[in-house]
T-cell receptor, first 112, second 114 residues
Framework: SQQGEEDPQALSIQEGENATMNCSYK?????LQWYRQNSGRGLVHLIL?????REKHSGRLRVTLDTSKKSSSLLITASRAADTASYFC????????????FGKGTKLSVKP | DTGVSQDPRHKITKRGQNVTFRCDPI?????LYWYRQTLGQGPEFLTY????????KSRLLSDRFSAERPKGSFSTLEIQRTEQGDSAMYLC????????????FGAGSRLTVL
């Protein structure tokens, strides 16, 4: 079963624009993570936000977490063609020792 | 250390054949995970090991699937009597036992069952 659900399923933007992806989850969490997957490749960890954090930045990435709404958003600023990939949120059942459960992902296409 | 390695990267087989995938995790990582991913979906958890012990198996892991990690280092995932529905990307990931549950993934093994 899917713990997280990303929205939108697909997003197409022009280079230089910002991209926002949302994730909703069902149960209480210890942390929430975002991963990126280029076509046909494995997933790469981008950023982790803990349940007691509301916002976190890493380079052009900004993640927010609203535990009252059980939702998170990933903002990629000044997008580049190389950002074209699928983005997944992941949460762990049972705290930090639980297995990561992934959503279905948002497929981002950045056109040059 | 070159990260998590998976072999083979691609496997095409006929229905009914057995296939085996290998995963070499990052050497200091004692937890190893297998996930399955079908087209347009997120990775689905199959099983995980802490050292050589298989601690959890998903209901997705039917009796035709078996995973081992005999010496607590590399792992194998075998699928017996493959079916067309087994066609997917099989992803391996590893992490340390301590700290945050951040996974390092391999590039995956893509299985096509004809």
């Amino acid at each position: 079963s899917q713990q997280g659900e990303e929205d939108p399923q697909a997003l197409s933007i022009q280079e230089g624009e910002n991209a926002t992806m949302n994730c909703s989850y069902k149960t209480s969490i210890n942390n929430l993570q975002w991963y990126r997957q280029n076509s046909g490749r494995g997933l790469v960890h981008l950023i982790l936000i803990r349940s007691n954090e509301r916002e976190k930045h890493s380079g052009r990435l900004r993640v927010t977490l609203d535990t009252s709404k059980k939702s998170s958003s990933l903002l990629i600023t000044a997008s580049r063609a190389a950002d074209t990939a699928s983005y997944f949120c992941a949460t762990a059942l049972g705290g930090s020792q639980g297995n990561l459960i992934f959503g279905k992902g948002t497929k981002l296409s950045v056109k040059p | 250390d070159t990260g998590v390695s998976q072999d083979p990267r691609h496997k095409i087989t006929k229905r009914g054949q057995n296939v085996t995938f290998r995963c070499d995790p990052i050497s200091e990582h004692n937890r190893l995970y297998w996930y399955r991913q079908t087209l347009g979906q997120g990775p689905e958890f199959l099983t995980y090991f802490q050292n050589e012990a298989q601690l959890e198996k998903s209901r997705l892991l039917s009796d035709r699937f078996s995973a081992e990690r005999p010496k607590g280092s590399f792992s194998t995932l075998e699928i017996q009597r493959t079916e067309q529905g087994d066609s997917a990307m099989y992803l391996c990931a590893s992490r340390n036992n301590s700290g945050a549950n951040v996974l390092t993934f391999g590039a995956g093994s893509r299985l096509t069952v004809l």
